[in-house]
């Protein structure tokens, strides 16, 4: 059991026997007075957002996931499927996946991660390679600055197409590498 003083930012805790991860942590009061932790959490199994207020000397548990390279394979509505090297499948729901969503594809590799024994949601790559689909072509003499356009990138699920910024150079066919965290253009994969 760990103080709140000592739960940062990324820790997943159990309050109310249910797993939380800290997304926001903020610090009020004095040495004097004593401190309290306003922090915002979601959890873990339904993505509910919730926030409290904890005093400094308020406990918890804090969980370690475990985590397993698994390869998306395919969707059977309303879970996406995703296998490990052993062949073993693991259903994870739509609403569990967040963002991965943007960038699943046939044979993608990712890890999986675990609570409890049950897989309740995908990490990926930080940087991810696709290819442009369609964007519009760029219009000349529209140069002043930093000028983007939106591209749509291929995907495996018809219905999640994914469109980003980028720079007015890129055209279609063109493979981009994109910062999944951020949804960020990186730039163009010559190859």
Do not use: H
Request: with cysteine; proline share 4%.
């Amino acid at each position: 059991m760990k103080p709140a003083k000592e739960i940062r930012v990324g820790n997943i805790i159990m309050v109310d026997a249910k797993p939380f991860i800290v997304l926001r942590s903020d610090v009020n009061g004095s040495s004097r007075t004593g401190f309290t932790y306003k922090w915002k959490m979601k959890n873990l199994l339904t993505n509910a957002p919730f926030e409290s207020v904890f005093r400094g000397d308020d406990k918890f548990d804090v969980v370690v996931l475990d985590k397993k390279p698994v390869t998306y394979s395919y969707f059977a509505d309303p879970l996406y499927v995703f296998m490990d090297a052993d062949y073993e499948q693991y259903e994870i729901e739509e609403e569990n996946l967040g963002d991965a969503l943007n960038y699943l594809k046939d044979g993608m590799e990712c890890e999986a991660v675990f609570y409890d024994g049950k897989a309740i949601s995908v990490e990926l790559p930080t940087t991810i390679q696709r290819k442009i689909i369609y964007s519009e072509p760029a219009v000349k003499g529209n140069t002043s600055g930093n000028v983007t356009k939106e591209a749509k990138l291929e995907n495996a699920i018809e219905a999640k197409q994914f469109t980003i910024q980028v720079p007015l150079f890129v055209s279609q066919d063109d493979v981009i590498e994109i910062d999944s965290r951020t949804n960020e253009f990186k730039k163009v994969v010559r190859g």
